[in-house]
């Protein structure tokens, strides 16, 4: 597509439900990028891709936090049991080049705002 | 430690008037530094990517400077206007692992006046 695009764009869950947020990054771009980010604050790296592989996962606050980009283009971030602090605007990125190619532009999706009550 | 650190945290200034934003960095090993603009509930966009061998580059009314010895950077903005008002975010590569990180600030606010 013509830019990455994200959904949903806003999604408001209950404490304790599963959201799964979507990213299609731009065509051909090989690698993705997830972020988070709390409101006048900066991005915080939250995991990234390399086609299909999930090269860096640090980022993950815990384990109910998983990404997965299986075919090397759409991913999905997925949180589990959701709690009121996993609230933030989720963006994710992507770029032409592969991270161990060298650190290419950045295109960054709209975002997915979640509102955890 | 990697960081990044932008000063001020926010600036309210004249539609018109010049002014410089501030990015210090302790990352190593060094790739790029870039400048990203972030207009309120949009993403960011890419203003500038310099490497170490460039000490200025300008896209438009903005200016970007780089000084590699002391690990600092500003991006100067020129004749400000409204449109100007958003977060000014840097961003520095670093070389970990085998592969490029991207070590974020916390950006600062400009708020441009009429």
């Known amino acids: 597509g013509a830019g990455v695009s994200q959904s949903p764009r806003y999604k408001v869950t209950k404490r304790g439900q599963d959201v799964a947020l979507r990213c299609d990054p731009i065509?051909?771009?090989?690698?993705l990028y997830w972020y988070r980010q709390a409101l006048g604050q900066g991005p915080e790296f939250l995991t990234y891709?390399?086609?299909?592989?999930?090269?860096?996962k640090s980022g993950l606050p815990n384990d109910r936090f998983s990404a997965e980009r299986p075919e090397g283009s759409i991913s999905t971030l997925t949180i589990q049991r959701t709690e009121q602090r996993d609230s933030a605007m989720y963006r994710c990125?992507?770029?032409?080049?592969?991270?161990?190619?060298?650190?290419?532009?950045?295109?960054f999706g709209e975002g997915s705002r979640l509102t955890v009550l | 430690k990697n960081q990044v650190e932008q000063s001020p945290q926010s600036l309210i200034i004249l539609e018109g008037k010049n002014c410089t934003l501030q990015?210090?960095?302790?990352?190593?090993?060094?790739?790029?530094l870039r400048w990203y603009k972030q207009d309120t509930g949009r993403g960011p966009v890419s203003l500038t990517i310099?490497?170490?061998s460039e000490n200025t580059k300008s896209n438009g009314r903005y200016t970007a400077t780089l000084d590699a010895d002391t690990k600092q950077s500003s991006l100067h903005i020129t004749a400000s206007q409204l449109s100007d008002s958003a977060s000014y975010i840097c961003?520095?590569?670093?070389?970990?692992?085998?592969?490029?990180?991207?070590?974020w600030g916390a950006g600062t606010k400009l708020i441009i006046k009429p």
């Open positions: 961003v520095v590569t670093v070389l970990m692992d085998s592969n490029y990180q991207l070590i």
């Open positions: 990125a992507s770029s032409f080049l592969a991270s161990e190619v060298g650190a290419g532009e950045l295109f």
């Open positions: 891709f390399n086609y299909e592989a999930q090269q860096d």
């Open positions: 065509s051909g771009h090989v690698s």
């Open positions: 990015c210090n960095y302790t990352v190593s090993p060094f790739s790029n």
């Open positions: 310099m490497t170490f």
